[in-house]
T-cell receptor, first 114, second 114 residues
Framework: DAKTTQPTSMDCAEGRAANLPCNHSTISGNEYVYWYRQIHSQGPQYIIHGLKNNETNEMASLIITEDRKSSTLILPHATLRDTAVYYCIVSPRPGGGATNKLIFGTGTLLAVQP | SAVISQKPSRDICQRGTSLTIQCQVDSQVTMMFWYRQQPGQSLTLIATANQGSEATYESGFVIDKFPISRPNLTFSTLTVSNMSPEDSSIYLC???????????FGPGTRLTVL
């Protein structure tokens, strides 16, 4: 079973920030938080991942709470092309012999409205 | 980032036949995976494709139904055997790049079984 809880769907106005929450209250110390998105009829696209510090890249920012039990993915200026299902996944990072596998939950359908 | 291609992109097959899906990565990767996405559902991991040895299957998936090969570091095949309409899904290849530990996905193969 997926270890994360996400809202089923969210709306966001074009040009505004989209804040997608994820609850992972049972996260272990060696588990990272990964975010992927899947635009209709395409394969999932990697967005960002983090362990405990906040992370930012050209696509998004990831804010992880101090207790690591929840996180928020922020798309700073949502466009219509950001409409997709967003998946939050917790998994150990490879290394040290770990064979981590990305297990997908149901995700959040983000609909960016014009 | 690793670029993953799949062949065929889609196919329509008759019940009882088999289809082999090819996955090619443009660079050497440490691990390769196969996922299934049934209509309207999230992704489900089928197996980890191991180079030069038998694949590691997830619960509910067996080698006789989904034989997998991985002859080298950049190529893998998944065969869907003795197909039934319940096998109609999108099948996705995924690969993890060792240099970044990031996992990427192919565009998927859309299979319809009549």
């Amino acid at each position: 079973d997926a270890k994360t809880t996400q809202p089923t769907s969210m709306d966001c106005a074009e040009g505004r920030a989209a804040n997608l929450p994820c609850n992972h209250s049972t996260i272990s110390g060696n588990e990272y938080v990964y975010w992927y998105r899947q635009i209709h009829s395409q394969g999932p696209q990697y967005i960002i991942h983090g362990l405990k510090n906040n992370e930012t890249n050209e696509m998004a920012s990831l804010i992880i709470t101090e207790d690591r039990k929840s996180s928020t993915l922020i798309l700073p200026h949502a466009t219509l092309r950001d409409t997709a299902v967003y998946y939050c996944i917790v998994s150990p990072r490879p290394g040290g012999g770990a064979t981590n596998k990305l297990i997908f939950g149901t995700g959040t359908l983000l609909a960016v409205q014009p | 980032s690793a670029v993953i291609s799949q062949k065929p992109s889609r196919d329509i097959c008759q019940r009882g036949t088999s289809l082999t899906i090819q996955c090619q990565v443009d660079s050497q990767v440490t691990m390769m995976f196969w996922y299934r996405q049934q209509p309207g559902q999230s992704l489900t991991l089928i197996a980890t494709a191991n180079q030069g040895s038998e694949a590691t299957y997830e619960s509910g998936f067996v080698i006789d139904k989904f034989p997998i090969s991985r002859p080298n570091l950049t190529f893998s095949t998944l065969t869907v055997s003795n197909m039934s309409p319940e096998d109609s899904s999108i099948y996705l290849c995924s690969a993890r790049q060792g240099s970044t530990d990031t996992q990427y996905f192919g565009p998927g193969t859309r299979l319809t079984v009549l």
